[in-house]
């Protein structure tokens, strides 16, 4: 008698299922459908585009579009293509996402594992910079880079972004080692090992899941980044982000469509590719203590 009220219930449950599912599916598709229409016009040529619609199936593939993005297309008055752009922001990224995730893992460690007067304050502070918006630091940037000569530099901003993500990756860093027992570091002090000691021996082997989400957070935001970029490079010092908005404003006699969403997509893909190959892997380190 009981199997009735059973299977009864199931019905609802998987209902419900099945709506939430459609639901996140359509959601997913509404979210896709800028990048599809992106990577299909950087297939479809300039005249195919003006005779038509900015959407449509491509009626020739034009891999072209591609060749010309990196290294013909003229940005500025520079005919060489997002390739130097493209080099400008892995310049920029990869050593300031590796400067802020070494400090904010030691940062981290610090505020969270070892206790002194006002460490609860300078962690305050640190992640303070997280709720300040980009636009009040402009002006007190503006000023560190021209006293310290680094205005208009690839080194400037590798500067701003290792220091502003140290509030990201402090936070996180300090959530995540909460979780690590304090008899490993009570030992460890027994044992006469010091502050950078523990780091090295016990924290660090301990911090890979974090690492990674604080390593894929900052190189995707930096890679992203608009505001800086334009606002303290000009010229062939710029990130990418900041040479689309010239190639997107360039004149020409025929609009290159084509060309310009190639570029799109070229600039788009370093982060894409860290999105599929690691986000299983931040995923796992929010949950294994970095939101706690």
Same mark, same amino acid.
Not at 28 to 35: E, K, N, S
């Given at each position: 008698m009981p199997a009735g009220?059973?299977?009864?219930?199931a019905a609802p449950v998987r209902s419900r299922r099945v709506i939430l599912g459609t639901l996140v599916w359509l959601l997913?598709?509404? *979210?896709? &459908?800028?990048?599809v229409v992106v990577l299909l016009n950087s297939l479809r040529t300039a005249q195919e585009i003006a005779q038509g619609s900015m959407i449509g199936w491509p009626k020739f593939w034009e891999f072209g579009n *591609?060749? &010309?993005a990196w290294s013909g297309f003229c940005?500025?008055?520079?005919?060489?293509g997002i390739a130097p752009y493209i080099a400008n922001s892995a310049a920029i990224t990869l050593p300031a996402t590796l400067i802020s995730t070494l400090l904010g893992a030691?940062?981290?460690y610090a505020v969270s594992l070892w206790r002194f007067r006002g460490d609860r304050w300078i962690f305050g502070l640190v992640?303070?910079?997280?709720?300040?918006?980009?636009?009040?630091?402009l002006i007190p940037w503006t000023i560190v880079l021209r006293d310290l000569g680094l205005s208009n530099t690839l080194a400037g901003l590798v500067m701003i972004h290792s220091v502003q993500g140290l509030s990201f990756t402090a936070l996180f860093c300090r959530n995540y080692y909460l979780s690590i027992p304090q008899e490993l570091m009570k030992a460890a002090r027994i044992d006469g090992a010091g502050f950078f000691r523990i780091f090295w021996r016990i924290v660090l082997p301990l911090s890979p899941p974090i690492l990674v989400v604080t390593v894929i957070w900052?190189?995707?935001g930096i890679w992203n980044e608009f505001l800086y970029g334009v606002t303290f490079t000009t010229g062939t010092q710029q990130p990418i982000t900041a040479a689309l908005i010239a190639l997107a404003t360039s004149v020409a006699d025929v609009p290159q469509y084509g060309v310009q969403n190639a570029a799109v997509v070229l600039a788009a893909l370093p982060t894409m590719l860290v999105?599929?190959?690691?986000?299983?892997?931040?995923?796992?380190?929010?949950?294994?203590?970095?939101v706690k």
């Open positions: 009220p059973i299977c009864n219930g997913a598709a509404a *979210y896709l &459908v800028p990048m *591609y060749a &010309v940005i500025a008055q520079t005919c060489q030691v940062a981290g992640t303070l910079g997280v709720f300040l918006p980009e636009q009040m630091r900052q190189f995707t999105y599929l190959f690691g986000g299983r892997y931040f995923v796992r380190g929010l949950t294994a203590g970095a």
